[in-house]
C-alpha cells in the first residue's frame, strides 16, 4: 500500500516538473533584426490563451461578466436548459455548430475566429501544431541569446510574408500596450476582432485552405457534433 503511494506521488511529481520544463522551454520575448520573429509562449500557456473552442467560450463569457444562464438565452436556447447547454459548450461535451458558434461571437462580442481554434490545450498537441506550422508556413523553432523562440522564414514564400506582418501588426500593438500608449482593454479589441481593428493593412488574406484541412483532419476524432 505505502509503495503504491509513493509511485503515485512520483508520477505526480515528474509531471509537476515535465510542465515546468515545456513551459521555461517557450519562455521568451525577443524581436531581432532579421525579421525573424520570436515571441513569447509562456504567458499564453499559463494563462490558458491557446485552448480549446469550450474553454475559449468559458474564457469569454467570464470576460464578459455573463452567467451560463444567460448566455444560452441570448442564444436562443429554452429557459429550463439555457444554462446546462452552455456547460456542455464550455466543458467540451459538445461541441457548437457553425451558426451557433457565429452567434456567440456576435454576443460575446468577438470575432468567430477568436473562438474557433486548433484544440491545442495538450503539449502533445500543442507540438504537432508547431510541426503543421513548419510544413506549411515555415515557422520553426531557433535559439536567440541562450533562449528557444519561434520564427518565420520569409524565404519561404508570400504566406510567410504575411505572418511576418501580421506579427509585425501584432508588435505594433503590443508595443503600444508596454508604452501606455493604449489600455489592456484597447489592446484586447484589437486581438480578439483582428483584423477589424488593424490598421498597418498588412493582413489581407485568410489562411489557406491547407492549413484549415489539416487542422480539420488533426482535430476532427476529438470534436463531437452538435
Given at each position: 500500500?505505502?509503495?503504491?503511494?509513493?509511485?503515485?506521488?512520483?508520477?505526480?511529481?515528474?509531471?509537476?516538473?515535465?510542465?515546468?520544463?515545456?513551459?521555461?522551454?517557450?519562455?521568451?520575448?525577443?524581436?531581432?533584426?532579421?525579421?525573424?520573429?520570436?515571441?513569447?509562449?509562456?504567458?499564453?500557456?499559463?494563462?490558458?490563451?491557446?485552448?480549446?473552442?469550450?474553454?475559449?467560450?468559458?474564457?469569454?463569457?467570464?470576460?464578459?461578466?455573463?452567467?451560463?444562464?444567460?448566455?444560452?438565452?441570448?442564444?436562443?436556447?429554452?429557459?429550463?436548459?439555457?444554462?446546462?447547454?452552455?456547460?456542455?459548450?464550455?466543458?467540451?461535451?459538445?461541441?457548437?455548430?457553425?451558426?451557433?458558434?457565429?452567434?456567440?461571437?456576435?454576443?460575446?462580442?468577438?470575432?468567430?475566429?477568436?473562438?474557433?481554434?486548433?484544440?491545442?490545450?495538450?503539449?502533445?498537441?500543442?507540438?504537432?501544431?508547431?510541426?503543421?506550422?513548419?510544413?506549411?508556413?515555415?515557422?520553426?523553432?531557433?535559439?536567440?541569446?541562450?533562449?528557444?523562440?519561434l520564427k518565420v522564414n520569409a524565404d519561404?514564400?508570400?504566406?510567410?510574408?504575411?505572418?511576418?506582418?501580421?506579427?509585425?501588426?501584432?508588435?505594433?500593438?503590443?508595443?503600444?500596450?508596454?508604452?501606455?500608449?493604449?489600455?489592456?482593454?484597447?489592446?484586447?479589441?484589437?486581438?480578439?476582432?483582428?483584423?477589424?481593428?488593424?490598421?498597418?493593412?498588412?493582413?489581407?488574406?485568410?489562411?489557406?485552405?491547407?492549413?484549415?484541412?489539416?487542422?480539420?483532419?488533426?482535430?476532427?476524432?476529438?470534436?463531437?457534433?452538435?
Amino acid at each position: 500500500m505505502l509503495s503504491g503511494i509513493i509511485i503515485v506521488l512520483n508520477i505526480f511529481a515528474f509531471v509537476k516538473w515535465f510542465e515546468r520544463k515545456i513551459l521555461n522551454f517557450f519562455a521568451l520575448i525577443t524581436l531581432d533584426n532579421t525579421k525573424h520573429f520570436c515571441y513569447t509562449m509562456y504567458e499564453h500557456l499559463k494563462r490558458g490563451a491557446f485552448m480549446a473552442i469550450s474553454e475559449r467560450i468559458h474564457f469569454f463569457r467570464n470576460l464578459r461578466g455573463m452567467t451560463q444562464k444567460y448566455l444560452g438565452l441570448q442564444l436562443g436556447f429554452p429557459d429550463k436548459s439555457a444554462d446546462v447547454r452552455m456547460a456542455q459548450y464550455e466543458t467540451g461535451s459538445r461541441t457548437p455548430k457553425a451558426d451557433i458558434t457565429a452567434t456567440l461571437a456576435q454576443v460575446l462580442d468577438v470575432a468567430p475566429e477568436a473562438l474557433n481554434v486548433p484544440d491545442i490545450d495538450s503539449y502533445i498537441g500543442l507540438a504537432h501544431t508547431f510541426f503543421a506550422l513548419e510544413d506549411i508556413y515555415g515557422i520553426t523553432v531557433s535559439e536567440a541569446d541562450g533562449e528557444f523562440c519561434l520564427k518565420v522564414n520569409a524565404d519561404k514564400g508570400k504566406d510567410a510574408t504575411e505572418i511576418i506582418r501580421m506579427l509585425a501588426a501584432w508588435n505594433e500593438q503590443k508595443a503600444k500596450l508596454d508604452a501606455g500608449e493604449i489600455d489592456k482593454e484597447t489592446y484586447d479589441q484589437w486581438r480578439y476582432h483582428y483584423p477589424k481593428f488593424d490598421t498597418t493593412g498588412g493582413w489581407v488574406k485568410v489562411p489557406s485552405q491547407e492549413l484549415s484541412d489539416a487542422m480539420a483532419e488533426a482535430f476532427k476524432d476529438r470534436l463531437k457534433p452538435d
